[in-house]
């Protein structure tokens, strides 16, 4: 007998899902590809962030910020249930800016943001004076920063060691290192068959699949359109504290080391490390804190974000298959609360169900 539920994607997006279904009493069964997959799980940069979504649709900054909202007591309650110290740091992030007219234009950005949001758009333009008495190690040699109050970041590895943990003690099934190659419907729901030729059964299916989707989503009647994009990051030795809140694109980890990242480049499905792009982030980094021209960096790594085409998430349930849902989008880590919180509702067709059409395959003219 089939669960409820067919997760096919175990990377943080499934697992957050996963975890809220069991919290609303489903049975659910996962399907994970392993470690030969292009994870975005294991190669993210751990920001819980809020500024820069939603610049060319307003919704999705109230979806990135209801998520945030959730944060604190999602990973209370995931530490307590686990025991995995999230080391979640939640008092704000900045966006650096190295020139005056990237950062006027930003001003520019969030103000007509803060105006569509009916003033409820917390920023604050910190000029290097102001942003000296916050972050006393930064340099002089860049324009300034945008802060906001709803930002942080968490350990992302740590995160996805306690949903796992804790989806198989409520009761979900991993089945792991498996590659399903087919989906299709069948009288019970839907019907999955992996790379050996094995077939499971489940009520509703739900495809997080990342990149993985490109190739699924059509079976379900799904337009997927999604794409890869890589980030190349750097971490650096364990050093004294540096930095007290992180950016965009440096924070300062739990452990010590500052991660610098991250590029954003269009490469097909190319996650190697570049020499160029990495010397390019550590030249910028050292403009912003130029400590960070003595220190060693100790390792350094490349990952594939799930993008589409407006960069928002996408949330479809089929028209040609009911039950099946598509959840994809490259903030895994910033909305996982929200996918474990609210996205469940919307799979159950709650009354309480958050509004999501503005996130629709339909406004992709593919």
């Known amino acids: 007998m089939g669960s409820d539920y067919a997760i096919v994607g175990g990377g943080i997006v499934g697992l957050s899902v996963a975890y809220g279904l069991l919290n609303l009493g489903e049975t659910v069964t996962i399907f994970d590809e392993g470690d030969l997959a292009f994870r975005a799980s294991r190669g993210n940069f751990g920001l819980v962030w809020v500024q820069g979504k939603g ?10 910020r209801n998520s945030a909202a959730l944060w604190k007591g999602y990973a209370q309650e995931l530490e307590e249930a686990t025991g995995q110290t999230l080391s979640l740091q939640q008092d704000g992030g900045y966006g650096y800016h190295l ?8 001003i520019k950005d969030y103000t007509w943001l803060k105006e569509q949001l009916g003033g409820d758009y917390p920023f604050e333009v910190l000029r290097l004076n102001e942003l000296k008495k916050e972050e006393p190690n930064v340099g002089t040699n860049f324009a300034g920063a945008v802060y906001h109050p709803e930002d942080g970041h968490v350990n992302s590895l740590q995160l996805f060691r306690a949903l796992a943990k804790e989806v198989r003690r409520k009761g979900a099934k991993l089945v792991t290192s498996v590659t399903i190659q087919k989906v299709e419907t069948a009288a019970s729901g839907f019907r999955l068959t992996d790379d050996s030729g094995k077939v499971y059964e489940s009520e509703k299916l739900v495809l997080s699949a990342g990149l993985g989707s490109m190739k699924l989503g059509p079976l379900l009647g799904f337009k997927a359109p999604i794409r890869p994009q890589r980030g190349q990051v750097m971490i650096t030795e364990k050093i004294p504290k540096l930095m007290n809140r992180p950016s965009d694109t440096l924070r300062q980890v739990n452990e010590g080391g500052v991660q610098i990242g991250a590029s954003a480049e269009e490469v097909d499905l190319d996650d190697r490390e570049t020499p160029a792009t990495l010397a390019k982030l550590a030249r910028e980094a050292i403009q912003i804190f130029p400590d960070l021209a003595h220190v060693k960096t100790v390792r350094s790594w490349s990952a594939l974000r799930i993008m589409s085409p407006d960069g928002l998430p996408i949330y479809q349930e089929s028209l040609t298959c009911p039950g099946a849902f598509l959840v994809t989008c490259h903030s895994g880590i ?11 509702l919307w799979m159950e067709g709650s009354h309480t169900a958050p509004e999501l059409d503005p996130f629709g395959e339909d406004r992709f003219n593919v």
Do not use: G
Not at 55 to 64: I, L, V
């Open 55 to 64: 610049m060319k649709q307003p919704a999705y900054a109230k979806w990135s």
């Open 99 to 106: 020139t005056e007219e990237s950062l006027e234009q930003e």
């Open 334 to 344: 910033t909305l996982s609360a929200a996918h474990a919180r609210l996205l469940p």
